[in-house]
């Protein structure tokens, strides 16, 4: 290889832009290779902002610190919670309170609805079970008060994939589900699942045992 073509080979791999005056270390010269402007813009920015931001959140307050922020949050969280409380009071779910809502039509009635609505792909239209229990008969898998009813419609049975309603249903809906199924009780629905749990105790027999 000749030396003009060694020289036009080395000029071919020399960038364009020029060489930064005195900057030249170890026979390495340094180029000028500036940053977008986009990039220098915002770093001035930054500088700009910065004693702005430490004089407002520091010195003159018109800028919230992140515990100003957490505590306006927080209180914005207790309004919030205060409000849906007051919007859906807690009801005070007895075995009497249930017991109100069974044997009343009306209730039965929009336990019926419910229960076509959200039970009865499991426990069958006419209750005799499927994948869940038959709710007709004497027996009781998590025990038969109103008050283990309303328990287990609440939390549901999740290693039986029974969902959870009490998100989805009120106190009152739940009862009004209880009062459905006392009544469809001992109706003995054809096609209904062999029985599954422990009969149920009468209150009578209850309390002679107790004695």
């Known amino acids: 290889m000749t030396m ?25 010269e340094e180029y000028d290779n500036p940053m977008p402007g986009w990039w220098v813009w915002l770093f001035i920015a930054s500088i700009v902002w910065s ?8 010195q003159f307050g018109f800028i919230n610190s992140y515990e100003d ?17 007051a919007a859906n009071p807690t009801a005070t779910v007895t075995e009497e309170s249930i017991a109100a809502y069974v044997g009343v039509q009306e209730h039965i009635d929009s ?8 039970c009865a792909m499991c426990h069958a239209n006419n209750a005799g079970g499927l994948i869940g229990p038959n709710l007709t008969d004497e027996y009781w898998i998590h ?3 109103n ?10 049975v999740l290693e039986k994939g029974m969902t959870p309603w009490g ?3 009120s106190a009152e809906q739940r009862s009004q589900l209880i009062a ?12 209904a699942k062999a029985p599954e749990g422990d009969m149920a105790v009468a209150a009578t027999e209850a309390t002679s045992e107790g004695l």
């Open 167 to 169: 998100a989805f249903l």
């Open 69 to 85: 922020d957490l505590s306006e949050q927080q209180t914005e969280l207790v309004e919030i919670r205060a409000a849906f409380e």
């Open 4 to 28: 003009s073509e060694n020289e036009s080979k080395t000029n071919s791999t020399v960038p364009d832009e020029p060489i930064i005056s005195g900057h030249s270390y170890d026979g390495i």
């Open 111 to 118: 336990g019926a609805v419910l229960y076509s609505t959200n």
């Open 143 to 145: 025990g038969s008060k």
């Open 51 to 58: 004693p702005i931001y430490i004089l407002g959140v520091h």
């Open 147 to 156: 008050t283990d009813m309303f328990t287990v419609i609440t939390e549901g």
């Open 180 to 191: 459905f199924i006392r009544s469809v009780q001992g109706s003995n629905p054809e096609g």
